[in-house]
């Protein structure tokens, strides 16, 4: 699905995802559900606001501080025994990865979850090089195993039902067919991880929060797989974007306070692990990488895209991303963060992102780091038309809408016409080549515009 | 130019003019009834929690649950005689897969969220909490905090190598958001809060 969805763009992927109606609103009231827990949750804080507030102004302020910040975690970091590698993109990052590997002699590794290395395609990266990743994470063991990215960045196989898991299950771990049921899938899993974490000599996980102060780094899962693959391995690998920095340790506080609640609705993660040395004899290695986050930290309008803490709540409560489903976005954060982070990375292949929004706002009101998300997303459209990266039809009919719009005159005749056309040959619209038609029935037209009302009435008002 | 020296370089020139740093400010916290919350919560995300008097209760309570064929270790010195004796090591942490019971103590809970603060030195090994099949922690009920920021305040500036806040045994809910309790970390968590 993910090979033939490169050349087509998010609407008609999501036309896909749309064919099977019952599916659509399964997953559409899934997320939601996700979404009232999370509300339930945040407003169980009375002062939730001022700790919102409080984290994106902690954001804003490492944002115009991070050369500096990224210098202190270097050095506190280093002091503490920890590795520190710079990698300026996917690539760099891939490559020092691959080398910490062959220098240990290592070809198998254990991986926790991490977005950025979702970003950096680093898995097929390494199996290119003769090294096999698994992943540990029980939902993207299972995306990995049917060949799949995560759709989700915090519930990767959140599109699949249990009864294709089972059969995912069967086919590479030996369950019974047609057993569907989760404790059952889950204890196979557990079983079959349990066998990996202690074979591997490395083990790689993301990071969610970076601190400058001690030169630690704080990984959160639920499952305690990171903490399995990194205690019982000889080599941990933490790989983390620039943007990931806090100021001090204090600041935990507050975004171990937002984060769980945000995304799942938890009070907090199971297990929110902080590490700050290796153990003793082993190694420990953090790699912080670029991979455009500079060039999007020089563009004032998404900027603030960087505070992001990746707790998917405006996936959760997008009504798009609801119903088209995070493979629609071809892009390993999918949703309304992932339209305006995508676009930085590369404009012309994600030109069709920020437009898969009705910019309704729902986004911004729930992001913990009060991110404009929705504004961003309407910038982004203009910057994509500017640089002519918009299809020719989208970009004709946005001219024309322009050329109506700005004259008054063209403004007038374009709507007699409309209403015209729509009364005496409504076959005109309500055709299947009309977008707007497809789900919609065209309204009836009025017998005159509001222009002409006006006028009629304010003239007899004023007799 | 290294990596390091054209990342920080561009980071440099387009980090905007400096914003101020907010104070941490104190947030709104009920000081009361810190052990019965602690436990609303603790037992909300699947952990298991009993008020007992002493230690003599905990291995009462934890003798019930295992049998003396059970592989059980403890760091805590008043469980001894309940516990493994042989000394930990890190050189032999994948031994530790057939541990039964790990028993630990905690620094202090946190109210709001049902967390408990371990740091290395109270596992052991680091991976003993997460490899055991059951995993029981004291928490003296004086040391239960109400929310996060007091949790940051109390560790301070401590030079731990590893810590964790825990809170309730491992679990997913990968599989269409079905709770499944015990994904790789232990199966149950039981927490004693102790007088």
Redesign the interface.
Known sequence: MMGAGKTRDHSALADVFNQDEPRVNWHDE?LW??RQKRDKAAFAI??WE??RE?AS??K??T?????QY??EFEKNAQANGITVH???DAQ?HNEIVFSILQKHGVDRMVKSKSMLTEECHLNDYLARHGIEVID????ER?VQLAQEPPSHIV????HK??EE?GEIFHEHLGTEAGMSD??V???T??QH??ET??TRRAALTGVNFAVAE?GEFVVCT????A??GA??ADVHIASMG?EKLI?R??????F??LLTRSA?G????????????????HEMHVV?V?NGR??Q??R?DF?NSLKCIRCGACMNTCPVYRRSGGHSYKSAVAGPIGSILAPNLDMKKHADLPFASTLCGSCTNVCPVKIDIHDQLYKWRQVVVQEGHVDAKKAAGMKAMAAVLSSPATFKLAGKAGRLFMRRVPLLVNNSFNPWYKQREMPQPPNESFREWYRKNRKQHDQ | MTSREKILRAVAQNQPALLPLPEVPPFQQDTSELSGRFTEVAVAIGARVFRVMDYGEVAQVLRQNFLPSHRIISAIPELAGFAEATPLQDAHRHQLATVDLAVAAAHFGVAENGAVWLTEEQMGVRVLPFITQHLAVVLPVKQILPLMPDAYARIGQAAYGYGVFMAGPSKTADIEQSLVLGAHGPRTMTVFLID
């Open positions: 899934t559900f996700i009375p002062d001022l700790l409080t102004q902690i804003a302020h944002l115009s501080h991070l050369s990224l210098q710079w990698a300026a760099e540990s994470d029980l939902g299972i519930l990767p196989c959140i039902k249990k898991i989760p404790q899938l889950t204890e899993a557990r991880l349990r974490f202690l001690t639920n499952e305690g797989n903490d399995m205690h019982l620039i100021p340790r204090e600041h935990l506080g507050v171990l306070r799942t938890q009070p907090i993660t199971t297990y929110s692990s902080h590490f700050r040395k290796p153990r003793p004899g912080l670029d500079s060039v930290l020089g004032e900027r």
